[in-house]
């Protein structure tokens, strides 16, 4: 059974950094993507930082500048250095991975979530 397990999350400054981390286990097959998103209360969840298998990422527009996604695909592994964290931040960060099923087909999976929470 695929987990997807983060960690990292916890109360920063307004200004500094935090590094998540999110480890898939309980799969062989290819991870095509691995993702993160954030859900404040109140707001949908929504995308944060992406990486494709292709070496191409994507990044919210709020976060770009300040964020980096990165993956350790030997270790089934993506993190997100955060800097210069806002208030405005605060949320909780889930992890997703695009992981193929033995037919090939690809599936959504994702993490129980971290609390990041950013005091001003």
């Known amino acids: 059974q695929v987990q997807l397990v983060e960690s990292g999350g916890g109360l920063v400054q307004a200004g500094g950094p935090l590094r998540l981390t999110c480890a898939a286990s309980?799969?062989?097959?290819?991870?095509?993507?691995m993702g993160w998103y954030r859900q404040a209360p109140g707001k949908q969840r929504e995308l944060v930082a992406n990486?494709?298998?292709?070496?191409?990422?994507d990044y919210a527009d709020s976060v770009k500048g300040r964020f980096t996604i990165s993956r350790d695909n030997a270790k089934n592994t993506a993190y997100l250095q955060m800097n210069s964290l806002k208030p405005e931040d605060t949320a909780v960060y889930y992890c997703k991975a695009i992981i193929n099923s033995m037919w090939g087909t690809p599936l959504n999976y994702w993490g129980q979530g971290t609390q990041v929470t950013v005091s001003s």
């Open positions: 990486s494709a298998n292709s070496g191409s990422t």
């Open positions: 309980g799969t062989s097959s290819r991870i095509n993507a």
